[in-house]
């Protein structure tokens, strides 16, 4: 019989179709999930999508004793459970650390006491580096900290060389960068990864940490305005409204499929070559948000534009680009699934929930928050 996984976060989007992966090659799966409402809405009610023959049990990460018993019996864990999202992370600052920092440690605390856990693997984010990779092309690589509220007010998005002033060229972002995050959901998820690698290190379970760029595809939430841009832009068309640009539209993003992202955490699991690893799961393909916004609009075949809408928020990056060659050159693994391909099949998706669809646009909150940094004159 194949091993026993224990999925923290289960039930969400990323965790659900891991799941009916699993299953699918002959794993037990047991979920654990709290449901938070505002990613499975307010009634929190286990979605209709979650694979039947998965054990699923409603649970707290930060609750000790719930965690201890949702270990019972497991080889190996995949960490999904976290609060997620940049901006959000800004105004919910103890909750985030609550959530993604203590949970971990009560999820590692009760792996050591367990003493049968065989591999852990954790769901990181590309959130980490902060700013990407850059490229002076006279003084070399650089790696610029995060740009000011005087810079963005200014509206000077892009960087210069801080040697000799000339711009600077975004490059695939490595494993190695230096991390520099720039919300608190990036300092989380650098704190997870940390203890990931003592507890790891200290007690000889392999681990593997995965550090995810943009994922997208099918089960983002449609009611956390925070699920990601795609989702966002779609159902601001879907709504009759130009999807929201912000800065110039310029800033370029690496958007990876949800199903690549199971692909290489089925490899996590399985291939021993990576044991000890941290790793990219991107494409090593960027879009501009504008152009994001113009294919959306282009096929849902809508008259819209996409507006600039003159806005910049504190704690976003300019660019941030994975660069594959670690995950590919250890294991062979190639994301498959093609931008147009994946974004076609989403919205195919998300046209069939319109009925509960409704266009939220988390710049609205986060202006009451004072985060916005430059507002459309």
Known sequence: MKEHILITGGAGFIGSHLTDILIARGYRVRIFDNLLPIVHGMGCAKPAYLNPLAEFVKGDIREFAQVEEALDGIDAVYHLAALTGVGQSMYEIKDYVDVNISGTSNLLQAIVNNKTIKKIILASSRAVYGEGAYICDLCGARFPQARTFEQLNQGKWDFNCITCNKSLRPIPTSEEKPLDPISIYGITKKVQEELFRCAGGAYRIPFVILRYFNVYGERQSLSNPYTGIIPLFITAVVNGLPPPVYEDGQESRDFVHVNDVVEANLLALND??????????????????????????DK???????????????????????????IHSLSGYRPAVSFDKGISELLQWILKQKPDMKYKDPSVELGQKGLMAREKE
């Open 300 to 326: 849902l075949r809508s008259p819209l534009r996409p507006e600039i809408v003159g806005k910049a928020r504190v704690g976003d990056i300019r660019h941030c680009i994975a660069d594959m060659s670690r």
């Open 272 to 297: 021993e070559k990576l044991n000890g690893t941290v790793l990219n799961v991107g494409t090593q393909q960027s879009f501009t948000i504008f152009d994001i916004a113009q294919i959306i609009i």
